[in-house]
């Protein structure tokens, strides 16, 4: 089957936009999928699949102002396909917590590792709404169109991460103002 010069010049075209897309959001999308999945490593192949999936439908996207929406959904998609595989998981169940000593005097850094374990330990759906809303600063309603969720869905799982991240980091010492700087 012989391909003609219009055929290769429409694919050339569609290949530089979406190579000019992919290199302006990549590590936007990269540091998304981190916050999903908590692992560089991890984070890199799950963008490597969201993106390969982009490419497979790049000609489908009629509303090309529409496509990170689309690709956080591939992503989210992707990540929850993913989770569910049990050789996947990386956690362990145990009947007692561990105790957690908190020191006298924590910086910023401390704070925001103590943060970052807290998002970490949220459940995957939680997790993804806090990630959408908070880090990607969606709406509502542009959240519940990522995740597949109603609006409601949304406020319920953010409510109860918050929830839960401040029971986490609730012992932790205020900064004085000094030091929040």
């Given at each position: 089957?012989?391909?003609?010069g219009?055929?290769?010049?429409?694919?050339?075209?569609?290949?530089?936009?979406?190579?000019?897309?992919?290199?302006?959001?990549?590590?936007?999308?990269?540091?998304?999928?981190?916050?999903?999945?908590?692992?560089?490593?991890?984070?890199?192949?799950?963008?490597?699949?969201?993106?390969?999936?982009?490419?497979?439908?790049?000609?489908k996207?009629?509303?090309?102002?529409?496509?990170?929406?689309?690709?956080?959904?591939?992503?989210?998609?992707?990540?929850?396909?993913?989770?569910?595989?049990?050789?996947?998981?990386?956690?362990?169940?145990?009947?007692?917590?561990p105790?957690?000593?908190?020191?006298?005097?924590?910086?910023?850094?401390?704070?925001n590792?103590?943060?970052?374990?807290?998002?970490?330990?949220?459940?995957?759906?939680?997790?993804?709404?806090?990630?959408?809303?908070?880090?990607?600063?969606?709406?509502?309603?542009?959240?519940?169109?990522?995740?597949?969720?109603?609006?409601?869905?949304?406020?319920?799982?953010?409510?109860?991460?918050?929830?839960?991240?401040?029971?986490?980091?609730?012992?932790?010492?205020?900064?004085?103002?000094?030091?929040?700087?």
């Amino acid at each position: 089957m012989e391909t003609t010069g219009v055929e290769l010049v429409s694919r050339d075209a569609r290949d530089a936009e979406f190579t000019a897309y992919m290199a302006a959001r990549q590590p936007s999308l990269l540091r998304t999928a981190y916050l999903l999945t908590g692992e560089r490593h991890a984070a890199e192949d799950l963008v490597q699949v969201a993106l390969g999936k982009l490419y497979l439908s790049w000609d489908k996207v009629q509303k090309r102002e529409l496509i990170d929406g689309y690709v956080r959904r591939i992503l989210v998609n992707e990540h929850n396909s993913l989770w569910r595989r049990a050789w996947k998981r990386n956690e362990t169940t145990t009947s007692e917590l561990p105790d957690q000593s908190v020191p006298a005097h924590e910086s910023h850094a401390e704070r925001n590792d103590a943060l970052w374990v807290a998002v970490q330990r949220l459940p995957r759906k939680q997790r993804a709404a806090v990630v959408l809303r908070y880090y990607e600063d969606l709406s509502e309603a542009e959240t519940a169109e990522v995740l597949g969720v109603s609006v409601g869905t949304v406020k319920s799982q953010t409510s109860r991460a918050i929830a839960s991240m401040r029971e986490h980091v609730r012992d932790l010492p205020q900064l004085s103002p000094e030091e929040e700087r």
